[in-house]
Structures are given as structure tokens and as C-alpha cells.
């Protein structure tokens, strides 16, 4: 798969997750992809593997969440095997904080999948709204 077809299984995905689905989210994903979220917060580490991926990351994140994880794509920037994707977070957290976060995903496809996903986001939010998850064993 090139540059355009990478990016239209991306917008594809957030088209999606803006509606509050993200089964094409999870689908686009290889088995052994490796999520990296940055920063010092208990959210940031690399979560290796789809099932750790939903496992530790992604179901307790919509434990903390009223509702469906609203993200949408702002802008996508692709070379070579990497799509950038600007977004931007519109759920609210079950004690009613608005959830507001911005991040910067740069992802690595590998024959037609994402391999890696690295996340830029606002730490200190999550650090102020989201439920710390348990340290890493």
C-alpha cells in the first residue's frame, strides 16, 4: 500500500471514531503493533501487542468516559510509511470533566497495517482528568 491508500484507511478510521465507533480503529492495527503514548503520566508507556493495546490501554480509558471516546482527525501528512494525524478529543470523563485533549499521532504502516503508533498529547490533562492507571509490572 502507498501514501494514499494509508491515508485513506486513517481518515477512514476517524471518520469513524467521530461517531463514537472504533472497531475500523482497532482493525487497521497489525497484531504486534506497539502504541507509545509520551510523557511521565501513568498513561505513558508503550503498550506492545493489539490485545495489550485494548486490554491496558483503551478499555480502561473508556472506563473513565461518559459515554462513547469521540476523537476526530483534523489534518493527515503522509511520507513514506508514516501518516501524521492532528486530532482531537470530545468526550467528557463520568465525573463530567470535559475531556478536551489535542494530539499529534505519527503512525508507521507495514504491508497495509499500523505497526506503531507513536502519541504526542497533552499529559497534564490526563494527568488532571483521568483515572491513574496502576504502575507497570
Given at each position: 500500500?502507498?501514501?494514499?491508500?494509508?491515508?485513506?484507511?486513517?481518515?477512514?478510521?476517524?471518520?469513524?471514531?467521530?461517531?463514537?465507533?472504533?472497531?475500523?480503529?482497532?482493525?487497521?492495527?497489525?497484531?504486534?503493533?506497539?502504541?507509545?503514548?509520551?510523557?511521565?503520566?501513568?498513561?505513558?508507556?508503550?503498550?506492545?501487542?493489539?490485545?495489550?493495546?485494548?486490554?491496558?490501554?483503551?478499555?480502561?480509558?473508556?472506563?473513565?468516559?461518559?459515554?462513547?471516546?469521540?476523537?476526530?482527525?483534523?489534518?493527515?501528512?503522509?511520507?513514506?510509511?508514516?501518516?501524521?494525524?492532528?486530532?482531537?478529543?470530545?468526550?467528557?470523563t463520568?465525573?463530567?470533566?470535559?475531556?478536551?485533549?489535542?494530539?499529534?499521532?505519527?503512525?508507521?504502516?507495514?504491508?497495509g497495517?499500523?505497526?506503531?503508533?507513536?502519541?504526542?498529547?497533552?499529559?497534564?490533562?490526563?494527568?488532571?482528568?483521568?483515572?491513574?492507571?496502576?504502575?507497570?509490572?
Amino acid at each position: 500500500m502507498g501514501l494514499a491508500e494509508n491515508k485513506a484507511v486513517l481518515s477512514h478510521a476517524f471518520v469513524e471514531t467521530a461517531k463514537g465507533n472504533g472497531r475500523p480503529f482497532l482493525e487497521m492495527m497489525a497484531d504486534d503493533v506497539v502504541w507509545t503514548i509520551i510523557g511521565t503520566t501513568s498513561w505513558s508507556r508503550s503498550y506492545s501487542g493489539k490485545q495489550s493495546v485494548v486490554r491496558d490501554l483503551l478499555t480502561p480509558l473508556a472506563a473513565n468516559f461518559d459515554g462513547s471516546n469521540i476523537v476526530t482527525a483534523e489534518r493527515f501528512i503522509a511520507e513514506g510509511d508514516l501518516v501524521v494525524v492532528e486530532g482531537r478529543n470530545h468526550s467528557v470523563t463520568k465525573r463530567g470533566d470535559a475531556y478536551a485533549n489535542r494530539y499529534s499521532w505519527t503512525f508507521r504502516f507495514v504491508a497495509g497495517k499500523v505497526a506503531e503508533i507513536t502519541e504526542y498529547t497533552d499529559t497534564d490533562l490526563i494527568a488532571r482528568v483521568l483515572d491513574p492507571l496502576p504502575a507497570q509490572s
